[in-house]
């Protein structure tokens, strides 16, 4: 078939040529923060502590496995339904590591990208962010990209918008409309295809991440809490990602 009605996405095309043993682009769905300090009987914020020292080992294992993205969902745009200390909480530490880690970006070549709607944490956190964005646009050796007031509906709807009003202005004509067109207006759309997506802490939903890009995902979940997230866990999802036959539809 030259030409069939559903196109396969990159990924798929990628996969014509064989399967790849380490995923290009994993994603993980970093949850479990709050039952870990309740646990120890500590206050949530310890477990937003403890889990951003997680990140710190996670993106040192992705970078050493030669995984090339590492997406990780640190707010979603339901998180804003949490209690006003701990979004204020939350926003403290991402000001706080920013400062710290930025050091530890440059010297490990980490590029850092932001998916979702980062403007809404304030003009303070959102320059700051920014400036590490433009400050690690050159590193190569990973892209960590941070979902902040990230929703994956929110997304589609913009794209979905962003296409109206360019027919509506006649500059497409909607039949048109395809596959990548849609992509194209994602905010992953720099973004090699998303091979492995991984939620900590059991529970076993999506929670609004990624749905268009996790079409074809591999996905793990595990019953590690995130702030207990490390080196072996992380190889564990990966030698889980190796052992998947991933098919795309085809046979
Ligand atoms: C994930 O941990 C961190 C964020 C969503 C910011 P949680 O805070 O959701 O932890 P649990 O799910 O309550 O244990
Ligand atoms: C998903 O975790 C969001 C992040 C990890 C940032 P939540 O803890 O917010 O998800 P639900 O509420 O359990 O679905
Ligand atoms: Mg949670």
Same mark, same amino acid.
């Given at each position: 078939m030259s030409d069939p009605i559903v196109r396969p996405g990159r990924s798929a095309e990628r996969e014509v040529e064989g399967q790849k043993a380490t995923p290009r682009h994993v994603a993980i769905i970093m949850d479990g923060n709050g039952r870990w300090a309740a646990r120890r009987g500590l206050? !949530? #914020?310890?477990?937003? !502590?403890?889990?951003?020292?997680? #990140?710190? !080992?996670?993106m040192q294992a992705a970078a050493d496995a030669g995984v090339e993205v590492l997406t990780l969902y640190a707010f979603s745009s339901e998180n804003w339904r949490r209690s006003e200390d701990e979004v204020s909480d939350l926003k403290g530490l991402m000001r706080f590591y920013l400062e710290r880690e930025l050091g530890t970006l440059q010297k490990e070549k980490v590029r850092l990208k932001l998916i979702g709607e980062p403007a809404a944490f304030g003009n303070d956190l959102y320059d700051r962010l920014s400036q590490a964005v433009e400050e690690t646009k050159d590193n190569d050796r990973l892209t960590l990209v941070v979902a902040l007031n990230y929703g994956s509906q929110a997304e589609l709807v913009g794209a979905a918008r962003a296409l109206a009003e360019r027919a509506k202005a006649g500059e497409i004509d909607p039949a048109t409309i395809d596959i990548a067109a849609v992509e194209s207006l994602l905010h992953t759309r720099d973004l090699p295809p998303l091979d492995l997506l991984v939620r900590t802490s059991g529970e076993v939903r999506l929670s609004n991440f990624l749905l268009w890009q996790a079409a074809y995902a591999e996905l793990v979940f595990t019953d590690t809490l995130w702030p207990d997230f490390d080196e072996a866990a992380f190889a564990a999802t990966l030698a889980e990602f190796a052992r998947r036959q991933r098919r795309f539809g085809g046979r």
């Open positions: 206050p !949530r #914020v310890a477990g937003h !502590r403890a889990g951003a020292e997680a #990140v710190r !080992r996670t």
